[in-house]
C-alpha cells in the first residue's frame, strides 16, 4: 500500500468502509465494483485528505488500463493496429486489412461479433460454436439484421429510374453506355444494403434494350448524314434484328449496327473497370458483384454477352485479369451447345475466356433440378447464381424466379468433428453410426434454431434500414413499403441455408477412408447429405419458409474448424494434419484423382444441395493452350447433370515485363523473382482473389495442396 506524506488516518478510512457497507446493505441491486470506487473517490474528495484522493483516482485508472488490457477486444485491437494477427487482418481475402480503412472495418467488426456472442445470440448456439460444431458466418452482420445477398432487378431499376436515398434520382438511361455505367452505380449502392455479394440474373436480358436505344440514336444521326430521310420510320421498328431497315436505308443501318457494337464494348469495358475499382464497400473493398448471361439469342442480348467477354479476356488497364464481375455463363442446349445452335459462338468464346481469365463459370440450366423451374418464356426462371455459388429459385409463396430474392442468411455444420466424435479415429473397432445420426439430428436443429433466431432480428428491421433496397424494390417489393414498416414479410422471399463444411475429413474419421476412395463410403457421404436436404425439406413445410442444403463456400471456415479440431483431438492423419478442412461435399484437393473421375463423383451432390454448389477441377498452365480439351471437360461435366461448374488454372502475371502465363519462382521473360511484382490470381470459394499474399496461412495451405487433375 502507498502512503502519502501527511500518513494513514485510520479513522476516515473505517468512516468511509462503514459508509459503503451500509449503503449496499441497503440497496437491493448488485453494486459494481466501478460504483463503489466512485463513493470512495467521492468521500475522499470531500474530505480533507485531497492528497489520498488524487492517490487514489491515479491507482483507479491503472487498475483498469490493466483489466482493459487482459481484455480479449483490447488485444484484438492490439492486433488490428500492429497487422500482426492474421487471423483478423486476413480473415476476407477480398479486404485490404493492412489499410486505415480496413482497420477501422476490423474494429467494427470485432466489437460487433462480441457484442452478439456475449448479448444477442442464444446461449444454446454459443455452446455449440465455440465446441465447434457450428459456424455462423457474417457474425459481425448478426446483431444489426443484415441479410446476405441478392438478385438485383436490373430490369426494373434500369426503366424505372432509382433513388439514392435522400441525395437524388437518376433517370432511365436512353444507350447502352448510360445503362452499363448505372448498372456498376446499383451495384455499388444495393452492397451497402447486405453483407454478402449482389447479382445479376439475367444480364443480356435486361441490358438488350438499351442496346436497342443506341442503335435508334446511331440509326437517326446517320439518316441525317447519309440523306436517307426519304421514308418514316418509327421508333418500335428501329431495332437491330429488322430486317427491312437494311434495305430501305442500308448507309444508315450499317452505321448505326457497326457504332452501337463499338459503344457497348466500350460500355461494358467502363462497366468492368468501375466494378474492380469502385472502392466503396467499408474497409476498402470493392462491391462483390457477379454476372450471369448467355441465353438471350437476340442481336441485342448477344452483343452485350459478347462486349463482356471480350472487355474480360482484355482486362484492366494493364491487361490485368479483372476479379469483379464474377462471369457466369449459362449452358443450354437448342440455345448455346452446339454447331448451329444461335448462341454457340458466345458458349466458345466463355470457353476461351475461362481457359485465359478463370471466368466465366458455367451454370447447367439442362440440369434436372434446374429445368424443372424453367420457362422459355421468363428468362428469369433460367437458373443463375451468385458469385459464391448461392442458388435461389425455388419458392413456396408462388411462382419460381430469381430477381428481386436472396439468400437471407445460412449457417454452417462442421460435419469432422461429428466424424471425428463417433468414428474409429476415436479408437473404436467400428463407427458409432447411430450415436453419429443422433447428434447430427441435434446439431441440425441448433442450427435451424440459429438461422430462426436470426431471421427474426432481420425481418425486425425497418425498411428504412437498407434504405437503397427496399425504396428502389431491388428486394421484391420493397417500394411498397413505408419506411418504418418492418421488412419480415418481403424477406421471407428469400431463403435460409443449412450449410456443411468438410464431409471428405467426417468420412475419413468415421471410416478411414474419405468418398474418393471407396464406393461404400461415397454411398453413406451422399446419404449423409440426402439427409440433411430432408431436413430442410422437413423444415420449410414445418416453418413455411423456404430452407434449403447448401454446400459452404468456406473462406475463413475451413481453416476456423481446422483449427478447432486440432486443438481439441491433436493432428489426426488425413482428418486434422491439414490447416484446412475440405470445402463442402469435395474430394480433397490433394488428393489425386482424374479430372472425369472427380466430376463423376461429386456432380451426384449438386442436385442435393438446393441452396447452391460448385465443382472445380484443377488443371495446369496449359489449360489456356488448349481449349478443345477445356470444352470438354466442361460439357462432360453438364451432361453429368452438374449445377455449377468451373476450371481452376494458375493465371500468373509478372508485373515487370507484363509476362502472362505460368510463373514458377522467377519470370521466364525477364527473370523477375520479385514475389511483389508477381500477381497471382486463384480462385477461393468462387471469388477470384488478386494476390496470393491476401490469403491467410489456411487458404495459402489449401492452394499448396492443390494437385492437377488429367
Ligand atoms: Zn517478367
Same mark, same amino acid.
Given at each position: 500500500?502507498?502512503?502519502?506524506?501527511?500518513?494513514?488516518?485510520?479513522?476516515?478510512?473505517?468512516?468511509?468502509?462503514?459508509?459503503?457497507?451500509?449503503?449496499?446493505?441497503?440497496?437491493?441491486?448488485?453494486?459494481?465494483?466501478?460504483?463503489?470506487?466512485?463513493?470512495?473517490?467521492?468521500?475522499?474528495?470531500?474530505?480533507?485528505?485531497?492528497?489520498?484522493?488524487?492517490?487514489?483516482?491515479?491507482?483507479?485508472?491503472?487498475?483498469?488500463?490493466?483489466?482493459?488490457?487482459?481484455?480479449?477486444?483490447?488485444?484484438?485491437?492490439?492486433?488490428?493496429?500492429?497487422?500482426?494477427?492474421?487471423?483478423?487482418?486476413?480473415?476476407?481475402?477480398?479486404?485490404?486489412?493492412?489499410?486505415?480503412?480496413?482497420?477501422?472495418?476490423?474494429?467494427?467488426?470485432?466489437?460487433?461479433?462480441?457484442?452478439?456472442?456475449?448479448?444477442?445470440?442464444?446461449?444454446?448456439?454459443?455452446?455449440?460454436?465455440?465446441?465447434?460444431?457450428?459456424?455462423?458466418?457474417?457474425?459481425?452482420?448478426?446483431?444489426?439484421?443484415?441479410?446476405?445477398?441478392?438478385?438485383?432487378?436490373?430490369?426494373?431499376?434500369?426503366?424505372?429510374?432509382?433513388?439514392?436515398?435522400?441525395?437524388?434520382?437518376?433517370?432511365?438511361?436512353?444507350?447502352?453506355?448510360?445503362?452499363?455505367?448505372?448498372?456498376?452505380?446499383?451495384?455499388?449502392?444495393?452492397?451497402?444494403?447486405?453483407?454478402?455479394?449482389?447479382?445479376?440474373?439475367?444480364?443480356?436480358?435486361?441490358?438488350?434494350?438499351?442496346?436497342?436505344?443506341?442503335?435508334?440514336?446511331?440509326?437517326?444521326?446517320?439518316?441525317?448524314?447519309?440523306?436517307?430521310?426519304?421514308?418514316?420510320?418509327?421508333?418500335?421498328?428501329?431495332?437491330?434484328?429488322?430486317?427491312?431497315?437494311?434495305?430501305?436505308?442500308?448507309?444508315?443501318?450499317?452505321?448505326?449496327?457497326?457504332?452501337?457494337?463499338?459503344?457497348?464494348?466500350?460500355?461494358?469495358?467502363?462497366?468492368?473497370?468501375?466494378?474492380?475499382?469502385?472502392?466503396?464497400?467499408?474497409?476498402?473493398?470493392?462491391?462483390?458483384?457477379?454476372?450471369?448471361?448467355?441465353?438471350?439469342?437476340?442481336?441485342?442480348?448477344?452483343?452485350?454477352?459478347?462486349?463482356?467477354?471480350?472487355?474480360?479476356?482484355?482486362?484492366?488497364?494493364?491487361?490485368?485479369?479483372?476479379?469483379?464481375?464474377?462471369?457466369?455463363?449459362?449452358?443450354?442446349?437448342?440455345?448455346?451447345?452446339?454447331?448451329?445452335?444461335?448462341?454457340?459462338?458466345?458458349?466458345?468464346?466463355?470457353?476461351?475466356?475461362?481457359?485465359?481469365?478463370?471466368?466465366?463459370?458455367?451454370?447447367?440450366?439442362?440440369?434436372?433440378?434446374?429445368?424443372?423451374?424453367?420457362?422459355?418464356?421468363?428468362?428469369?426462371?433460367?437458373?443463375?447464381?451468385?458469385?459464391?455459388?448461392?442458388?435461389?429459385?425455388?419458392?413456396?409463396?408462388?411462382?419460381?424466379?430469381?430477381?428481386?430474392?436472396?439468400?437471407? !442468411?445460412?449457417?454452417?455444420?462442421?460435419?469432422?468433428? #461429428?466424424?471425428?466424435? /463417433? *468414428?474409429?479415429?476415436? &479408437?473404436? %473397432?467400428?463407427? +458409432?453410426?447411430?450415436?453419429?445420426?443422433?447428434?447430427?439430428?441435434?446439431?441440425?436443429?441448433?442450427?435451424?434454431?440459429?438461422?430462426?433466431?436470426?431471421?427474426?432480428?432481420?425481418?425486425?428491421?425497418?425498411?428504412?434500414?437498407?434504405?437503397?433496397?427496399?425504396?428502389?424494390?431491388?428486394?421484391?417489393?420493397?417500394?411498397?413499403?413505408?419506411?418504418?414498416?418492418?421488412?419480415?414479410?418481403?424477406?421471407?422471399?428469400?431463403?435460409?441455408?443449412?450449410?456443411?463444411?468438410?464431409?471428405?475429413?467426417?468420412?475419413?474419421?468415421?471410416?478411414?477412408?474419405?468418398?474418393?476412395?471407396?464406393?461404400?463410403?461415397?454411398?453413406?457421404?451422399?446419404?449423409?447429405?440426402?439427409?440433411?436436404?430432408?431436413?430442410?425439406?422437413?423444415?420449410?413445410?414445418?416453418?413455411?419458409?423456404?430452407?434449403?442444403?447448401?454446400?459452404?463456400?468456406?473462406? !475463413?471456415?475451413?481453416?476456423?474448424?481446422?483449427?478447432? #479440431?486440432?486443438?481439441? /483431438? *491433436?493432428?489426426?492423419? &488425413?482428418? %486434422?494434419?491439414? +490447416?484446412?478442412?475440405?470445402?463442402?461435399?469435395?474430394?480433397?484437393?490433394?488428393?489425386?484423382?482424374?479430372?472425369?473421375?472427380?466430376?463423376?463423383?461429386?456432380?451426384?451432390?449438386?442436385?442435393?444441395?438446393?441452396?447452391?454448389?460448385?465443382?472445380?477441377?484443377?488443371?495446369?498452365?496449359?489449360?489456356?493452350?488448349?481449349?478443345?480439351?477445356?470444352?470438354?471437360?466442361?460439357?462432360?461435366?453438364?451432361?453429368?447433370?452438374?449445377?455449377?461448374?468451373?476450371?481452376?488454372?494458375?493465371?500468373?502475371?509478372?508485373?515487370?515485363?507484363?509476362?502472362?502465363?505460368?510463373?514458377?519462382?522467377?519470370?521466364?521473360?525477364?527473370?523477375?523473382?520479385?514475389?511483389?511484382?508477381?500477381?497471382?490470381?486463384?480462385?477461393?470459394?468462387?471469388?477470384?482473389?488478386?494476390?496470393?499474399?491476401?490469403?491467410?496461412?489456411?487458404?495459402?495451405?489449401?492452394?499448396?495442396?492443390?494437385?492437377?487433375?488429367?
Amino acid at each position: 500500500m502507498r502512503v502519502t506524506e501527511p500518513g494513514i488516518d485510520n479513522e476516515l478510512a473505517e468512516k468511509i468502509a462503514l459508509k459503503i457497507y451500509q449503503q449496499t446493505d441497503k440497496n437491493t441491486e448488485q453494486v459494481s465494483v466501478e460504483g463503489i470506487q466512485d463513493s470512495i473517490e467521492k468521500d475522499l474528495m470531500m474530505s480533507s485528505r485531497k492528497d489520498v484522493a488524487k492517490e487514489f483516482i491515479k491507482y483507479r485508472q491503472k487498475r483498469t488500463e490493466e483489466r482493459l488490457k487482459q481484455s480479449e477486444l483490447f488485444k484484438i485491437g492490439e492486433g488490428i493496429i500492429s497487422g500482426e494477427n492474421e487471423e483478423v487482418t486476413k480473415e476476407n481475402a477480398n479486404l485490404n486489412g493492412e489499410s486505415f480503412s480496413g482497420k477501422m472495418n476490423r474494429f467494427g467488426s470485432e466489437y460487433s461479433k462480441m457484442y452478439a456472442r456475449n448479448v444477442i445470440l442464444p446461449k444454446r448456439l454459443v455452446k455449440a460454436i465455440d465446441e465447434g460444431y457450428v459456424y455462423v458466418h457474417d457474425l459481425d452482420h448478426y446483431a444489426v439484421g443484415t441479410h446476405n445477398c441478392l438478385f438485383i432487378p436490373f430490369e426494373k431499376l434500369l426503366a424505372n429510374g432509382f433513388y439514392v436515398s435522400d441525395k437524388g434520382s437518376v433517370r432511365t438511361p436512353n444507350s447502352i453506355m448510360t445503362a452499363m455505367a448505372q448498372v456498376a452505380i446499383i451495384f455499388q449502392c444495393q452492397q451497402n444494403s447486405q453483407f454478402g455479394g449482389c447479382g445479376a440474373a439475367k444480364f443480356d436480358w435486361d441490358l438488350a434494350p438499351y442496346v436497342t436505344k443506341s442503335f435508334r440514336k446511331h440509326f437517326r444521326k446517320g439518316q441525317m448524314y447519309f440523306g436517307e430521310t426519304y421514308a418514316d420510320v418509327k421508333d418500335s421498328e428501329l431495332y437491330i434484328d429488322n430486317n427491312c431497315l437494311l434495305q430501305a436505308f442500308p448507309k444508315s443501318y450499317t452505321y448505326a449496327r457497326e457504332e452501337t457494337e463499338i459503344e457497348t464494348k466500350q460500355a461494358a469495358e467502363s462497366m468492368i473497370h468501375n466494378l474492380n475499382t469502385m472502392a466503396s464497400r467499408a474497409g476498402g473493398q470493392v462491391p462483390f458483384t457477379s454476372i450471369t448471361f448467355g441465353l438471350c439469342t437476340s442481336t441485342e442480348g448477344r452483343m452485350v454477352s459478347n462486349a463482356i467477354l471480350e472487355a474480360s479476356m482484355k482486362g484492366l488497364g494493364h491487361s490485368e485479369t479483372a476479379i469483379f464481375p464474377q462471369l457466369i455463363f449459362q449452358c443450354k442446349q437448342g440455345i448455346n451447345q452446339s454447331e448451329k445452335e444461335p448462341n454457340y459462338d458466345l458458349f466458345l468464346k466463355a470457353i476461351e475466356c475461362s481457359s485465359k481469365r478463370l471466368f466465366p463459370n458455367f451454370v447447367n440450366v439442362d440440369a434436372d433440378f434446374n429445368l424443372q423451374y424453367y420457362d422459355p418464356a421468363d428468362s428469369d426462371t433460367a437458373i443463375a447464381t451468385m458469385g459464391c455459388r448461392t442458388r435461389v429459385i425455388s419458392n413456396r409463396f408462388g411462382k419460381a424466379y430469381q430477381s428481386g430474392r436472396g439468400n437471407i !442468411s445460412f449457417n454452417s455444420i462442421n460435419l469432422t468433428k #461429428l466424424g471425428i466424435e /463417433y *468414428g474409429i479415429v476415436n &479408437g473404436r %473397432t467400428e463407427p +458409432d453410426i447411430d450415436e453419429f445420426w443422433d447428434k447430427l439430428d441435434e446439431v441440425l436443429d441448433i442450427t435451424l434454431d440459429g438461422l430462426l433466431h436470426r431471421y427474426d432480428i432481420q425481418g425486425n428491421q425497418p425498411a428504412k434500414a437498407s434504405d437503397f433496397m427496399m425504396q428502389n424494390g431491388s428486394w421484391i417489393d420493397g417500394e411498397k413499403l413505408k419506411p418504418n414498416q418492418k421488412v419480415k414479410d418481403l424477406l421471407k422471399m428469400g431463403s435460409i441455408s443449412i450449410g456443411f463444411v468438410g464431409l471428405a475429413e467426417c468420412l475419413k474419421a468415421l471410416f478411414g477412408k474419405h468418398h474418393g476412395e471407396d464406393e461404400d463410403v461415397w454411398d453413406f457421404g451422399k446419404g449423409l447429405i440426402q439427409y440433411i436436404r430432408s431436413y430442410c425439406d422437413r423444415k420449410s413445410d414445418e416453418y413455411d419458409m423456404n430452407i434449403t442444403c447448401f454446400a459452404t463456400p468456406a473462406e !475463413s471456415l475451413a481453416g476456423n474448424f481446422a483449427k478447432v #479440431l486440432q486443438k481439441q /483431438y *491433436g493432428k489426426i492423419e &488425413g482428418v %486434422t494434419n491439414r +490447416d484446412y478442412l475440405t470445402n463442402s461435399f469435395h474430394i480433397p484437393v490433394y488428393y489425386d484423382i482424374a479430372a472425369y473421375k472427380k466430376i463423376d463423383l461429386e456432380a451426384p451432390f449438386h442436385k442435393l444441395t438446393n441452396a447452391g454448389h460448385i465443382s472445380y477441377v484443377e488443371l495446369d498452365g496449359n489449360a489456356r493452350n488448349n481449349q478443345e480439351a477445356f470444352k470438354r471437360i466442361v460439357q462432360y461435366a453438364l451432361s453429368k447433370n452438374m449445377g455449377y461448374f468451373s476450371i481452376n488454372h494458375p493465371v500468373d502475371k509478372c508485373m515487370t515485363c507484363n509476362f502472362d502465363g505460368v510463373i514458377n519462382n522467377d519470370c521466364p521473360l525477364c527473370g523477375e523473382d520479385n514475389e511483389n511484382n508477381i500477381s497471382r490470381i486463384r480462385r477461393v470459394t468462387g471469388y477470384l482473389v488478386g494476390n496470393l499474399n491476401r490469403f491467410n496461412a489456411a487458404k495459402r495451405a489449401e492452394e499448396q495442396d492443390r494437385v492437377r487433375h488429367t
